[in-house]
T-cell receptor
Framework: DAGVIQSPRHEVTEMGQEVTLRCKPI?????LFWYRQTMMRGLELLIY????????DSGMPEDRFSAKMPNASFSTLKIQPSEPRDSAVYFC?????????????FGPGTRLTVT | SQQGEEDPQALSIQEGENATMNCSYK?????LQWYRQNSGRGLVHLIL?????REKHSGRLRVTLDTSKKSSSLLITASRAADTASYFC?????????????FGSGTQLTVLP
């Protein structure tokens, strides 16, 4: 059974460019989370969805960040325009309904480098 | 500062020895989880302990929770080289959304063959 799938695994872009990160959650999971991990700040929750609806986006750093979940099997995190301080590993995680979103399964992450 | 803080930040042991990692947190919690992260990979859920539980076992893992001290420990018995990874505690609190996990900064465990 495939786990959470993220693409791309690595992204290098120049400051000012738009970046789109993609995530396919585990089939049957109804919660989807986007996290960012840096050495300085550790793992931070950016936004999460339940049944494709954004529930809490209070962790999104600023208006340059946006996330969508058009259907149960796909989500995107977009940064426009990107800045060097956005460099981090971005993780997507999903969670099955029988855990109420508490037990989360993480994807392999996308390592973003903004130069 | 983060809700969960692991201690120690780094731990190096010989294969076969036991490894103990601690996590302290600040506010009341619904539950606490431990995750493992291998280098360059995503986090893997290990075990969840609820606030009304004191101890839980899963294979070679033993987790304890002391809500009066706001602390938890993860014990890995008979460690193996494959246990080398970073270990994070994550708390789910009573305020806000129970789905919001707050992760600690992690303990880097190295098991030497």
């Amino acid at each position: 059974d495939a786990g959470v799938i993220q693409s791309p695994r690595h992204e290098v872009t120049e400051m000012g460019q738009e970046v789109t990160l993609r995530c396919k959650p585990i089939s049957g999971h109804d919660y989807l989370f986007w996290y960012r991990q840096t050495m300085m700040r550790g793992l931070e929750l950016l936004i999460y969805f339940n049944n494709n609806v954004p529930i809490d986006d209070s962790g999104m750093p600023e208006d340059r960040f946006s996330a969508k979940m058009p259907n149960a099997s796909f989500s995107t995190l977009k940064i426009q325009p990107s800045e060097p301080r956005d460099s981090a590993v971005y993780f997507c995680a999903s969670s099955p309904p029988w855990t109420g979103g508490v037990e989360q399964y993480f994807g392999p992450g996308t390592r973003l480098t903004v130069t | 500062s983060q809700q969960g803080e692991e201690d120690p930040q780094a731990l190096s042991i010989q294969e076969g020895e036991n490894a103990t990692m601690n996590c302290s947190y600040k506010t009341s919690i619904n539950n606490l989880q431990w995750y493992r992260q291998n280098s360059g990979r995503g986090l893997v859920h290990l075990i969840l302990i609820r606030s009304n539980e004191r101890e839980k076992h899963s294979g070679r893992l033993r987790v304890t929770l002391d809500t009066s001290k706001k602390s938890s420990s993860l014990l890995i018995t008979a460690s193996r080289a494959a246990d080398t990874a970073s270990y994070f505690c994550a708390t789910s609190t009573n305020s806000g959304s129970a789905r919001q996990l707050t992760f600690g900064s992690g303990t880097q465990l190295t098991v030497l063959p």
